[in-house]
T-cell receptor
């Protein structure tokens, strides 16, 4: 269980175009999803927290008008990179939060396979 | 001081050996702890959650030391396929929405 899909897996686009990335939790509902970015040989950087039915919460330094997030259902969050530029080229990864209710409640993030964006 | 710190490595270890690495965290009230592994150009995959009593999954053992504020991961009888970057993640109590604070990762290379 806890399968998260992400589409597309890679995309190449021209500078100035917009790119939409979808993140889906396939076998569980996720009221919270996260969007990360990772540059080569660097650590994960959280961009924003996506909450179903409400506005996303962006991390400091992340432009909300450039990285549009929509979490319209309990299984789908989308990230749109608007007016993409070469410096936006990166590996974008989403994760979905799944709660587990054993002896101790643990909410765990499960990651999608990522989207490699190249902006020419 | 970073909130979550890991030795970046790389750790070069012969196949079959035992290897261990730690991850320190700064917030003593942190609640949840995780180890993920990330292969080159892939997404992180959950390896194991770390419980207060420690937990074991096959060749992997995770421990939590609250007094010294670190978690550890021990890999026994290492395999070539264990080569990856191991990320620790910590959830401090002040964060809403269950965000995680990530370490930068420890790179492990298992050599034949």
């Amino acid at each position: 269980g806890a399968v998260v899909s992400q589409h597309p897996s890679w995309v190449i686009c021209k500078s100035g175009t917009s790119v939409k990335i979808e993140c889906r939790s396939l076998d569980f509902q996720a009221t919270t999803m996260f969007w990360y970015r990772q540059f080569p040989k660097q650590s994960l950087m959280l961009m924003a927290t996506s909450n179903e039915g409400s506005k996303a919460t962006y991390e400091q330094g992340v432009e909300k008008d450039k990285f549009l997030i929509n979490h319209a259902s309990l299984t789908l969050s989308t990230l749109t990179v608007t007016s993409a530029h070469p410096e936006d080229s990166s590996f974008y990864i989403c994760s979905a939060l799944r709660g587990s209710y054993g002896a101790v409640r643990t909410d765990t993030q499960y990651f999608g396979p990522g989207t490699r964006l190249t902006v020419l | 001081r970073k909130e979550v710190e890991q030795d970046p490595g790389p750790f070069n270890v012969p196949e079959g050996a035992t290897v261990a690495f730690n991850c320190t965290y700064s917030n003593s009230a942190s609640q949840s702890f995780f180890w993920y592994r990330q292969d080159c150009r892939k997404e992180p995959k959950l390896l194991m959650s770390v419980y207060s009593s420690g937990n074991e999954d096959g060749r992997f053992t995770a421990q939590l030391n609250r007094a010294s504020q670190y978690i550890s991961l021990l890999i026994r009888d290492s395999k070539l396929s264990d080569s990856a970057t191991y990320l620790c993640a910590v959830r401090p109590p002040v964060y809403s929405n269950y965000q995680l604070i990530w370490g930068a990762g420890t790179k492990l290379i298992i050599k034949p």
